[in-house]
């Protein structure tokens, strides 16, 4: 809404200044030397020179007012994250002192089967999380383990397939937050509606020729996705504070010249994106 704000703003000021020069251009032709003047400059013309230096002090305002806008929002999407990321690790060191209780319930009962059963299961949990642990770039691992956390906790199965990171490389680490967060989190709304056996989430990462794609897909009761979904504040949820969700993501897509193809099978919907590579952030 700000972004189109702007723009009409500027289209109003140039449409204004293009009519201000034709009328000073046919006042001097038509009235000639009856053109009024001050100190022998023509007052259309003067009135072109304020107008323009009025314009470019609003553009100023609107040019910080953006870059304002969007520190704000970067800020934001970090803290979230970084807020997130904290949840999750207070959650793991919780969960591991209700574990270790347990572990030494057990042994003290001497019932060692049930406590080496209790361990492999254990095991099996940090082997999910530590999915995250293998992607190198710091900016994806936070995310994702964040991610992971909540949709194990959820019942929400969530696979993780990355064989490049180089989209790091292509998009900013603030955008490439805002982008796979908004993704997982449209993706986490739609499944977690339908029972645990039906829910689903998977993102891939991949190098296709010079190209990088993000492809997210998720079991949905949504058979499509139409035009409104990608309009801010649109929300299918009654009283949802959300709807900005795949506005934002339409927008980084284009910000970085990728495309955005949506498609959906059976009771999938799959979002693929492909960045250019080689483009300078």
Same mark, same amino acid.
């Given at each position: ?5 702007n723009?009409i ?5 140039v449409?204004i200044?293009?009519?201000l ?19 022998g400059?023509?007052i259309?013309?003067?009135?072109v ?11 100023g +305002? ?9 520190v704000y929002n970067a800020?934001?999407?970090?803290? $979230? ?7 999750s ?5 919780h969960?591991?002192?209700n574990h ?20 492999q ?9 530590s +999915? ?19 949709y $194990?906790?959820?019942?929400?199965p ?31 709304e ?9 829910? +689903? ?26 035009e409104?979904?990608f ?7 009654a009283?949802?504070d959300r709807?900005?969700?795949?506005a934002?993501?339409q927008e980084?897509t ?11 099978n ?5 979002f693929?994106i ?8």
């Open positions: 809404m700000i972004c189109v704000m723009i703003t500027v289209v109003l000021i449409l200044q293009l009519l020069v034709f009328m000073a251009i046919i006042s001097i032709v038509v009235l000639k030397d009856d053109v009024l003047d001050i100190i400059i023509p259309h013309l003067i009135f020179v304020l107008l323009n230096v009025i314009s470019l002090y609003i553009l +305002k609107i040019y910080k007012r953006e870059e304002k806008r969007k800020e934001l999407t970090h803290i $979230q994250e970084f807020r997130s990321l904290v949840a690790v207070r959650s793991e060191r969960d591991l002192n270790l209780t347990v572990i030494s319930g057990l042994m003290k009962i001497n019932n060692y089967d049930a406590a080496n059963k209790y361990i299961d254990m095991i099996g949990d940090i082997r999910i999380n +999915k995250a642990l293998t992607i190198k770039n710091p900016t994806l691992a936070s995310i994702l383990y964040s991610k992971m956390d909540k $194990q906790r959820e019942m929400v969530f696979e993780v397939n990355i064989t490049n990171e180089e989209i790091v490389t292509v998009i900013s680490s603030t955008d490439l937050i805002r982008l796979i967060s908004n993704l997982l989190d449209n993706a986490y739609a499944t977690v509606e339908l029972p645990i056996e039906d829910r +689903k989430i998977q993102l891939e990462i991949h190098k296709v020729n010079e190209k990088v794609k993000i492809s997210v897909q998720n079991t949905s009761i949504l058979n499509e996705i139409t409104n979904h309009k801010q504040g649109y929300s299918t949820k009283n949802s709807g900005y969700g795949l934002i993501v980084i284009g910000k970085y010249n990728g495309s955005l193809v949506i498609s959906s059976d009771s999938l919907i799959i693929e492909t960045f250019p590579m080689g483009l300078e952030k």
